[in-house]
């Protein structure tokens, strides 16, 4: 035992003692100072982590409620265009049967004018990879190379992303025989 630790224990007090005592309850109370700031900060970063945690899963849930209402409320919208077609297809006679079913198609058409969908020009127009893919070509002197001569499905744009690309027949250019310089045919 030093001489201090000695002189402390017997209740007898060294003239270096009183300044080391004062250091030592100094040290002691920025010591106890600290941990309760340590502890205090800790329990900020748990309740923190608790509310960013909380945030999330309120947004999560958020986007999925958000999602399921939009999308109830475009099934909701087609409704009546699937109400139109099945009367339709209920008349007997074919004149009610087209006028329902042009009416039908109206309708689809405004439901999906209205979500900002249209429909691709294709027809006339030279082949775009971009927005068609080709599905065919044909032999014909009407129309030069690479035009788009048909469409087996129609593409569709919502806003301006490409939703559905269109499918097309692509004309291949061929130039007309005339008959009267053509040799015969051999037999």
Do not use: C, W
Not at 25 to 46: C, G, N
Not at 55 to 82: D, G, H, I, M, N
Not at 118 to 125: A, D, I, N, R, S
């Amino acid at each position: 035992m030093d001489i201090d630790t000695q002189a402390a224990a017997e209740g007898t007090e060294d003239l270096g003692a009183p300044a080391a005592a004062d250091g030592q309850s100094d040290l002691a109370a920025e010591l106890t100072t600290a941990k309760a700031l340590a502890d205090e900060r800790y329990a900020d970063l748990q309740y923190a982590r608790a509310e960013i945690d909380n945030v999330r899963k309120r947004a999560e849930r958020s986007a999925l409620e958000r999602l399921a209402y939009t999308r109830r409320q475009l099934l909701e919208r087609f409704l009546p265009v699937l109400d139109n077609l099945q009367r339709a297809l209920a008349f007997d006679d074919s004149e009610g049967l087209r006028g329902g079913l042009q009416a039908t198609l109206r309708g689809f058409e405004g439901v999906l004018a209205s979500e900002q969908v249209t429909p691709l020009e294709t027809v006339g127009k030279p082949f775009d990879p971009h927005v068609a893919e080709a599905i065919a070509t044909r032999e014909t002197s009407d129309y030069a190379d690479d035009i788009v001569i048909e469409e087996a499905q129609r593409g569709y744009r919502m806003g301006d992303d490409l939703l559905r690309p269109a499918m097309v027949v692509v004309a291949k250019h061929v130039t007309p025989v005339d008959e009267s310089t053509a040799p015969a045919p051999l037999e």
